[in-house]
């Protein structure tokens, strides 16, 4: 099963898992909605391994680079705890 993504004005919803094997092709698709401010929901997603991280790290790097907001809500446990595992659950911004 891949990733989908529904984009709802400044909302992007990710919803599946979010791994080593889809992380490409879902950092491109994201980027594609990277413009003004936008708010990243993870709710929905299913699974997700290290990969998930750098895949925020490299949004939030596209975001700065064109000058947008970008904020991520609703963090499943798994990555949340991923997070806090190697000490970077400051750098991902919380959005509502």
């Known amino acids: ?8 004005g400044g909302r992007l ?17 994201v980027e594609q909605h990277l413009s003004g401010d ?3 929901d993870l709710a929905a997603v299913t699974e997700v391994d290290s990969s998930a ?6 949004w939030q790097r ?6 947008c907001k970008l904020a991520f809500c609703n963090l499943p446990a798994s ?4 997070a806090d595992l190697y000490g970077v659950t400051e750098l991902i911004p919380a959005g509502a």
């Open 62 to 67: 596209v975001a700065q680079r064109r000058q």
């Open 79 to 82: 990555l949340a705890s991923l």
């Open 38 to 40: 936008v708010v990243v």
């Open 13 to 29: 919803r990710v919803s599946g898992p979010v791994t080593l094997a889809n992380a490409a092709a879902l950092a491109v698709e």
């Open 53 to 58: 991280l750098s895949l925020l790290f490299e």
């Open 1 to 8: 099963m891949s990733a989908q993504l529904v984009a709802e």
